[in-house]
């Protein structure tokens, strides 16, 4: 038997890997995350930040997720959802699509990061983000 597996998630890691080679980052998955997707944790004592995943997200919307936390990772909790993390997370999510799919990016894909983008700073407009917290000690 043969069995040919193309993991998503473990494509999404080396791509932002090759993007970002410096870059040490935790991903964890757990039950029960509060606000329902994701967050990036900023831990006080400097120790690496960390992703935690839903184990409630469709794997299909997985890189995504990753992708949008990642770039919090890199740009810092204080960028919030402005445009230093806006360039991050379109960055990241086009090389995420040149990897998986093959291809560049098209107009539905750049409508959907677009999309994203735009609830992401509503999130922040309303106060409403869960998805960048500093650890509390
Ligand atoms: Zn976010």
Redesign the pocket.
Same mark, same amino acid.
């Given at each position: 038997m043969t069995i040919t597996y193309h993991d998503p998630i473990k494509a999404t890691l080396e791509t932002i890997s090759m993007r970002h080679p410096d870059l040490s980052v935790e991903v964890h998955f757990a039950n029960d995350v509060e606000g329902g997707a994701a967050y &990036?944790m900023f831990p006080d004592d400097g120790a690496a930040p960390s992703i935690v995943l839903s184990s409630d997200i469709p794997v299909f919307a997985v890189p995504g997720v990753i992708a $949008?936390?990642v &770039? $919090?990772v890199v740009v810092g909790i204080d960028a919030m959802?402005g445009p230093v993390?806006e360039a991050e997370y379109r960055a990241i999510m086009l090389d995420l699509h040149r990897a998986i799919v093959g291809e560049e990016a098209g107009p539905d894909v750049i409508a959907e990061i677009d999309e994203e983008v735009a609830m %992401?700073r509503a %999130?922040d407009e309303d106060g409403t &983000?869960t998805?960048?917290v500093k650890a509390a000690e």
């Open positions: &990036a $949008h936390e &770039a $919090h959802h993390w %992401s %999130s &983000a998805d960048y």
